[in-house]
């Protein structure tokens, strides 16, 4: 999945079984969301989460798995 950075994704998009980058349930992304651990805008009903926290959750990913290895 390619991520823009000027894009807000709904959390369906972002799930892995939707071809997305988040290994998680759809459930376990809004819980996260409404804990404050995944930030997003609310714009009506939908809760869009910016790009740009999706390319520093790769870029963190990345940095960690490169330390390891």
């Known amino acids: 999945m390619a991520i823009d950075e000027r894009r807000f ?5 972002i799930i892995v ?3 997305g980058i988040l290994p998680l349930s759809l ?3 809004y819980t996260a969301i409404a ?11 939908r809760k869009l989460i910016p790009g740009t926290y999706l390319i520093k ?3 963190t990913e990345q940095a960690a798995s490169g330390e390891s290895a």
């Open 35 to 45: 804990n404050g651990e995944i930030p997003c805008k609310v714009i009506g009903h």
């Open 57 to 59: 959750l790769l870029q």
């Open 9 to 13: 994704y709904s959390p369906k998009e």
């Open 17 to 19: 079984s939707n071809g």
């Open 27 to 29: 459930s376990s992304v």
